[in-house]
């Protein structure tokens, strides 16, 4: 048996929630990353006997349609497989049944889900901090219950994910970083850009038609010299204040 973690995570905190889940599994886990723009996804095939965890975040209550299309590359061949969505606090709404849909289209075959909470990768002040210490102590409790329900060989299947089919419309990229004063034309954003948005000889700005506005060439710059437009942050902030004002938690369907 083995274990694999495919993973969409810009700015870290996907990649953080699904640590917390897979260092309970075993002592190595192989990470396959799809924010990488140069990787031939089609190459990967599992076995029937392996168990993934795929973990992606929530843009708008969608699966961001980049890490959708890597992700239908690969090739699942009825292995085990465990969902994670993670979002800012405001809500996740259809993206966990869109990743179901997605991961028995790749011949997966969907044992359990979980929703987290990670710091809004764009509006910092909603979930900042988390994963926090009382959201890794639960997600470590909800692997080893998936851990015992596959060693068990318990029923999973026909587990209950909640959402909405058809999906809600997805939105946008709307916030398009754009480089500052202090941008020393290292390069490091364009290298990084998960989405290929950045042109390395004019890293000023990104390709709107590209950008997903994931936000990882503003967390990765060395000389936090790439910025959002701080007017429309703020607008943003205050529509869903309100969604945002309440805590909420892990959940775990199995």
């Known amino acids: 048996m083995n274990y694999v973690q495919l993973i969409f995570s810009p700015t870290g905190g996907t990649a953080k929630v699904a640590g917390a889940i897979t260092e309970e599994w075993d002592s190595h886990v192989e990470t396959i990353d799809l924010c990488n723009a140069t990787d031939d996804f089609s190459k990967y095939s599992f076995q029937a006997e392996d168990v993934a965890l795929i973990a992606l975040p929530s843009y708008g209550g969608r699966v961001p349609d980049l890490a959708a299309q890597r992700l239908k590359q690969v090739q699942g061949n009825s292995a085990r497989c465990v969902l994670v969505c993670v979002y800012g606090n405001r809500a996740y709404e259809d993206t966990l049944v869109e990743m179901e849909d997605i991961a028995q289209q790749c011949g997966f075959t969907v044992v359990a889900a979980i929703s987290a909470v990670a710091e809004h990768s764009i509006i910092h002040q909603y979930a900042e901090g988390r994963p926090d210490k009382k959201d890794i102590a639960q997600l470590k409790a909800y692997a080893n219950t998936i851990l015992n329900s596959l060693n068990t060989a318990q029923k999973t299947e026909g587990i209950h994910i909640p959402g909405n089919r058809p ?29 290929s948005a950045i042109d390395p000889e004019h890293i000023g700005t990104a390709d709107a038609k590209k950008c997903i506005a994931c936000m990882r060439c503003v967390v990765r710059c060395p000389h936090s010299a790439r910025k959002v437009n701080g007017v429309m942050v703020s607008v943003a902030a205050l529509a869903i204040k309100k969604a945002c004002s309440v805590r909420k938690e892990c959940e775990l369907f199995i």
């Open 167 to 195: 999906y809600k419309k997805a939105g946008g990229a709307g916030l398009v970083p754009k480089a500052t004063k202090d941008c020393v034309n290292c390069g490091l954003c364009a290298e990084q850009c998960p989405a």
